[in-house]
């Protein structure tokens, strides 16, 4: 059975002119057209061979060439839908046609067109070539399939190389065409997610005047930025290096897309000076077995037709005219008369390149795709089948769902879209000694690897663009502002794309420890930033400790305050027989040295790390000593003027206010403290407290007095039992007696009351520590007081005048001190 598996479209050219100009086609164009036909020629006659793909099957072709032009190739379509004979055949095709299937087109702009002119009829077409991402929407062209990627990963891919290489301030070229526009908008949808910013975006068509075409080259050359990504296709991209090297641009880094990185655009010594350092993803270079020993065999006299012969003239640059007398001179000089026995072995061009491009795999894949689509179509046993006819709808069916794998291993389908597996090779383009350029692999891409591994790229391998003499190591810098280093910030620039911004240092308390950080990270409550704002280190914390200078100097002073207290007991103690111990009643005066004692003591409860039990201590052993204390100084002084009173005639003042009563007295009003300081503790007790309000950078560890009403009356309390001891006292101080102990204790109740009247602003103006420090400096200050103006004059008299210590001496009241 022979069956026409309908047609491919090739072209000549890879220049469109205007219509109402001639079109300039470049012999290396032609060559790889030829080449590509060849190669679809080839895989039809290897599938006819194989006993296992479609048994009993002939395939047949026809080859239209659209000239890389849509609208011919438009026309071409419905010629072979027609059965139009303006074709080249399969020598052993003679029925009509019967197309089910066609190859092609090249440019996405011709795959469009033939694509909505064919899908009426429901015929299939797969590309080798067309990288449109607009392609893969089946809404629009539900007949179109290709063994090329998308374009919509080429642009993905294009982005993250971008971004694996740190640039984020590029320039973007793109062909005025559906290649170009969809290309570079997913180009640009993907680097916008990673923060990349385009400097320019310039667009240009071929047929642009040569107006345009300069001034996108003047916008390349003066940009700040140096590395540019081209989506263009390869005649686009030849226009342009014309006016690049007219300009003389170098030292651009060049991201090309697969439709130009590996063409060839000027001549060898230009392109070593011009597209040095360029990389980008190509359609991998996979050898197919025994090709090249076939496109080596074609010749003229295997192959009827003008097309072989057209191609044997290019290749070989003669003619095979004979000439008759009449041919002009110069072009006999011009074109040898071709032989016929002219040999392919050793050349070395577009047809037959050193290392075979992945355009002609594609064909070859595209082939066989079809042929695995009716392969599966014609041995289908469900329903009706096999088919002896081929309707085309029910072949794309078969073409959704082919699965086969290729010769080098490779498993082929399409995906929903019609689109293959994505693979691509990342090429490097470095200049050799001979001027020219070679290609060199860097990396892949292969879409079927898992999640995250899809790309490698080897930067050690790359050698980037670094103008007219030289190649780089380092890869070079493309950004508009200078990185953020760690402990500084990103301030956008008003007007101006985010990659252009300021650095701003860290607020205190704030850091940032990766480069181009957005925000600052602000610590948590018990840290503060180190001095480069990158850290976040503990605060320093503070509080009045026992290792410290000013801690031992306080500690010193409230031991010594307590030897000195001690002493005065212990010399009352000794001398309590003595008129002047008994004359200042002994028990109040023990009870005073005792909360004195304790005052000390107290005052040590302020030294030292805060915890519960310690500040508990310090508010309210403070309040009840110092009530204590008080209470026995408003006794003696209430004693003072009660033993006045006794000496006056008809006085019983004494009867009233004997030991019991002293005792009940001092009792009452230390019990009244002690209460407030129970209902304290039992309602909200002072506790420990980190302060971190008065210093940003230091935590102040100090006590909170937990209720302020309770602090408040305890503190008022105290205050008013000073108030009334000062005045009882100022009251008794010229009193008859010869040893008035009034005057001193209001002596001692004024430096008491100084000493914390002066306490107030000092303890409000220290700050951390230095608070507690001035507050037991209060307290031993004042505890000092008492004891020097109520106890010294009594032991110097004890100690040093022993002679006046009598009791006759206690009861004259003429005699003086």
């Keep these: 059975m022979r069956l026409l598996s309908g047609s491919a479209h090739f072209c000549s050219s890879s220049d469109e002119g205007p219509p109402s100009k001639v079109a300039y086609f470049p012999m290396e164009s032609k060559l790889v057209c030829f080449r590509l036909a060849q190669t679809m020629i080839f895989a039809i006659e290897e599938i006819n061979q194989n006993e296992n793909l479609l048994p009993g099957i002939t395939l047949g072709f026809q080859i239209h060439d659209d000239c890389w032009s849509s609208t011919i190739a438009s026309k071409a379509a419905l010629a072979l839908i027609n059965g139009a004979e303006e074709s080249i055949e399969y020598p052993e095709c003679t029925v009509s046609s019967n197309v089910v299937a066609i190859i092609g087109c090249g440019p996405s702009a011709n795959s469009i067109a033939t694509a909505r002119t064919i899908q009426s009829f ?77 400097a320019y975006s310039e667009s240009f068509h071929k047929t642009d005047p040569a107006e345009k075409i300069s001034k996108v080259v003047q916008v390349i050359k003066q940009a700040s930025t140096k590395v540019v990504v081209a989506f263009v296709d390869d005649s686009d991209m030849r226009i342009l290096l014309k006016e690049i090297k007219r300009q003389n641009v170098t030292g651009i880094q060049w991201i090309g897309s697969e439709a130009w990185v590996t063409g060839n655009f000027l001549s060898p010594e230009d392109k070593g000076i011009y597209l040095t350092g360029t990389i980008g993803p190509a359609t991998r270079r996979i050898e197919i077995d025994d090709l090249r020993d076939y496109l080596q065999n074609i010749h003229p006299s295997n192959f009827p037709g003008n097309i072989v012969t057209e191609f044997w003239e290019t290749l070989f640059n003669c003619s095979s005219t004979t000439d008759n007398g009449t041919t002009p001179e110069y072009f006999r000089s011009q074109f040898r008369q071709c032989t016929g026995k002219e040999q392919m072995q050793g050349i070395e061009n577009d047809y037959l390149p050193a290392i075979m491009d992945g355009s002609s795999y594609h064909v070859y894949t595209a082939v066989y795709s079809i042929a695995y689509a009716l392969h599966n179509l014609l041995t289908c046993v469900e329903g009706n089948g096999p088919f002896m006819t081929l309707p085309p709808p029910k072949l794309m069916h078969y073409l959704r769902t082919v699965n086969f794998t290729a010769k080098k291993g490779e498993n082929m389908y399409f995906d929903k879209n019609g689109d293959p597996v994505p693979r691509y090779e990342f090429v490097n383009l470095r200049a050799n000694f001979q001027g020219s350029l070679d290609i060199v692999s860097v990396g892949y891409y292969d879409g079927s690897a898992p999640p995250g591994r899809e790309l490698m790229i080897n930067a050690g391998d790359i050698l980037w663009s670094g103008g007219r003499c030289f190649l780089l190591l380092q890869i070079p810098r493309a950004i508009c502002s200078e990185p ?59 509080f009045l400790s026992f290792q410290e200078d000013l801690g031992l100097v306080l500690v010193l002073l409230a031991l010594i305050g307590m030897g000195f207290t001690v002493g005065i007991a212990v010399i009352f103690y000794r001398h309590r027989q003595t008129p002047m111990v008994k004359a200042n009643n002994s028990e109040l005066s023990f009870l005073l040295l005792f909360a004195l004692l304790l005052c000390f003591i107290v005052s040590l409860a302020f030294i030292g790390e805060p915890s519960r039990w310690s500040c508990m201590l310090r508010r309210t052993g403070f309040g009840i000593v110092y009530v204590l204390c008080i ?48 209902v304290w503790l039992s309602v909200s007790p002072p506790y420990p407290l980190k302060n971190m309000s008065y210093y940003r950078d230091i935590i102040i560890l100090e006590c909170n007095v937990g209720s302020l009403t309770a602090f408040y009356l305890a503190t008022a309390y105290i205050a008013l039992l000073s108030i009334v001891c000062l005045v009882l006292a100022f009251l008794a101080r010229n009193l008859p007696d010869n040893f008035n102990d009034a005057k001193y204790i209001t002596f001692s109740m004024l430096i008491f009351c100084a000493v914390w009247v002066t306490f107030i602003p000092a303890y409000v103006s220290s700050p951390g520590k230095y608070t507690v420090a001035v507050e037991v400096f209060a307290i031993w200050a004042s505890s000092f007081g008492v004891l020097l103006c109520i106890f010294a004059p009594k032991c110097y008299i004890i100690l040093l005048k022993p002679e006046i210590n009598t009791k006759k001496n206690m009861m004259d009241k003429g005699m003086t001190l």
Excluded at 529 to 538: D, E, R, Y
């Design 484 to 542: 953020c280093l760690p402990g500084r910030r990103k301030v956008s620039r008003k007007g101006q794309p985010i990659c252009c911004f300021e650095c701003a240092e860290c607020a205190d308390g704030a850091i940032s420890n990766v480069t181009d950080s957005t925000d600052c990270i602000k610590c948590p409550s018990d840290y503060w930033s180190n001095q480069a704002k990158t850290q976040c280190v503990l605060k320093k914390v503070e």
């Design 631 to 678: 209470s026995c100084i408003v006794g003696k002084t209430i004693l003072v003027v009660v033993a006045f009173k006794a000496t006056l005639p008809k006085s019983n003042a004494m009867n009233w206010f004997g030991p019991a009563q002293q005792r009940l007295g001092v009792f009452s009003l230390t019990f009244l403290q002690g209460l407030v300081c129970v």
């Design 122 to 198: 429901g015929i299939p077409m797969v590309s080798y070539y067309s990288t449109c991402s607009c392609l893969s929407d089946k809404n629009e062209y539900p007949n179109f399939f290709r063994t090329i990627p998308s374009d919509q990963y080429q642009s993905k891919i294009l982005a993250e190389l971008v971004k694996s290489f740190g640039w984020t301030w590029i320039g973007t070229i793109r062909s005025n065409t559906d290649y170009g526009i969809f290309g570079m908008q997913g180009f640009v949808e993907h680097v916008e997610k990673f923060g990349i910013c385009i």
